[in-house]
């Protein structure tokens, strides 16, 4: 669907996440990787998509001086909203033991942002999902510290690794989203360029 509609144009993908590249192959494009290091800081009266949006669009802008005219820049940004707070990637392992507990039996909101931009036109959209959490014990947290790694991931876990499969109980929303891009709404969006 999307092959034909855009074989002439350059499609970057402006994002160092594996699973972000992942998501974004399945949707059988053409597309390079090209990442900008940006000052993630952002307002700190902003809130839950607030964040996200200005986040994705300070990334986009990060591009501003190069952009061609055959070129559509994608970017992206995801944050966990919980307790009326954002929860971004975790500085060490013991910030993201913290994290984990915090989120551990309840609810939180994974949000992401993506900003469309070509050298005439900028459109930023996001996706909310509801994550639910069982009661997690101190030891399956550290487990899954100590094993996966999650510094890299907003809210310190992955839902599609082990945390996921015995933590989580029920999801409202995307899967995808919760993975950081709501390939759906990316999909719908492209289609009306």
């Not at 949707?27 to 800081?41: A, C, G, P, T, Y």
């Not at 902003?46 to 986009?60: D, G, W």
């Amino acid at each position: 669907m999307l092959t034909e509609k855009f074989k002439n144009k350059n499609i970057i993908l402006a994002s160092a996440s594996p699973r972000r590249q992942e998501l974004f192959k399945e949707l059988n494009l053409k597309f390079s990787i090209k990442v900008k290091s940006i000052d993630e800081k952002y307002p700190l009266n902003l809130k839950e998509e607030q964040i996200t949006n200005y986040l994705a669009v300070l990334k986009a802008n990060a591009f501003e001086a190069e952009i061609e005219p055959n070129d559509i820049i994608i970017t992206s940004d995801t944050i966990v909203w919980h307790a009326n707070k954002p929860l971004e990637k975790p500085k060490n392992t013991t910030h993201a033991i913290e994290m984990l507990q915090k989120l551990s039996g309840t609810k939180h909101k994974v949000i992401t942002s993506i900003c469309i931009k070509t050298a005439t036109t900028q459109k930023v959209f996001f996706d909310t999902t509801i994550v639910h959490f069982k009661k997690l014990t101190l030891k399956e947290i550290k487990f899954y510290v100590k094993n996966y790694n999650p510094l890299d991931k907003a809210g310190a876990y992955g839902i599609q690794e082990w945390i996921g499969f015995i933590g989580v109980t029920k999801i409202e929303g995307s899967y995808f989203n919760v993975m950081g891009l709501p390939v759906h709404k990316l999909y719908k969006e492209l289609l009306k360029l």
